[in-house]
């Protein structure tokens, strides 16, 4: 007989999980590269504006944040996502705020903080983004009550500015060349996403579909019978039709488990499965709710007769010899009748009467069904 395996939905979902986090650390990477490749092009564009406006030491800082940036994407591997998240967020919260003091509208230092936002939202969470936004439009918000009353007066010449090409250089890189690369991998981040999504649905409806059909003989489960017996009891009860549960229950399986080992019990398992649904109508349904135990569903009956024949036909069909590897393997059948609606209300009452009547079967013989209602056997 089979061995019972756990459900996999807990390992898919963190595999899912992981995914997802290396997805983060892929976004940051192609984000840190973009701003290497940036701060690589904007820096000496910095440096030739120093005779303008004689701002040397933030200039330096900027040479200094290219070149750490540039080794830490070289050796990006050995550090942490957090560390290199944090460290690029304040490389660009520097140049941002600094940006935005110094030249007010007329910087690219918005651009950076926008930046960000972008960066914490995607590679660490939308909290840390949205926190990120906040404090950015307070901080916005503050600088321009400052520029409005002078407090604070642009460093340089706004229309030396205007007509500067470096300045229109930078503006063109960090409105343009940076939020696109971002945004580029944040594209390809969130087309990832979306088909690990589609993934982990497939894998759930999957995992639930497994979860209703038996492993081994692809028969629905107990679930899933419970679900049709209901839908019949509905349909009895609309349509004053009739309908039967019969409770299967293989005799001599033990012995062929013991003698033969459970490679020939599953093959007889999987035999008698498509012997009995070989027997039925397309309508009816054989479901396994054991280790040797099935039942099965029959519709639209107009006589207890019916039943019986099935169950006949069913016996029949079992208790053929099922050949394997040479060797002749018999099993029997004891079959329990209930009757839909008499012998019960609900699917669990069903099940159980029918239950009872296949214990009177097997009581009375091999190779015979017995209804719910009756006290003798009849033999097949």
Not at 142 to 155: E, K, S, Y
Request: proline content about 3%.
């Amino acid at each position: 007989m089979e061995s019972e395996e756990s459900q996999p939905g807990c390992e898919v979902e963190t595999s899912v999980y992981a995914q997802v986090q290396d997805l983060k650390v892929k976004f940051l990477e192609h984000a840190w590269l973009g701003c290497v490749i940036a701060s690589g092009a904007m820096t000496p564009l910095s440096l030739s504006r120093i005779p303008q406006t004689g701002w040397s030491p933030v200039y330096g800082v900027h040479v200094g944040i290219t070149a750490g940036l540039f080794f830490g994407y070289v050796f990006r591997d050995r550090i942490s996502h957090i560390v290199k998240l944090t460290t690029l967020a304040l490389c660009l919260g520097f140049v941002g705020v600094t940006g935005t003091l110094h030249l007010g509208l007329m910087g690219v230092g918005v651009w950076f903080l926008a930046i960000i936002a972008i960066l914490m939202g995607v590679a660490h969470s939308p909290r840390v983004g949205l926190s990120i936004f906040i404090l950015n439009m307070i901080f916005l918000c503050l600088c321009a009550v400052a520029f409005i009353r002078g407090d604070l007066v642009a460093g340089v010449n706004p229309n030396f500015y205007a007509t500067s090409t470096q300045a229109w250089t930078l503006l063109i890189m960090s409105s343009a060349f940076m939020p696109a690369l971002v945004l580029l991998s944040f594209g390809k981040y969130q087309a990832t996403l979306l088909e690990l999504v589609y993934h982990l649905k497939n894998q759930r409806d999957l995992i639930a579909e497994e979860a209703m059909y038996d492993e081994l003989t692809r028969l629905p489960r107990r679930q899933l019978l419970y679900d049709r017996i209901d839908m019949l009891l509905l349909r009895v009860a609309r349509h004053e039709a009739r309908g039967a549960v019969l409770f299967l229950d293989l005799d001599d399986f033990k012995a062929v488990n013991d003698t033969y080992g459970h490679r020939a019990g599953d093959a007889v398992l999987l035999e008698v499965a498509a012997r009995l649904k070989g027997t039925l109508r397309a309508d009816d349904t054989v479901a396994r709710v054991g280790g040797d135990e099935f039942v099965v569903l029959l519709c639209d009956l107009s006589t207890r007769d019916d039943a019986c024949k099935v169950a006949q036909k069913l016996v029949e069909a079992v208790r053929a010899p099922i050949v394997r590897d040479g060797v002749e393997l018999r099993v029997g059948l004891s079959v329990g009748i209930a009757m839909l609606p008499d012998d019960g209300e609900t699917s669990e009452q069903l099940l159980e009467h029918a239950d009872i009547a296949m214990y009177r079967a097997k009581e009375s013989g091999k190779n015979s069904f017995r209804f719910y209602t009756e006290f003798e056997a009849v033999s097949a």
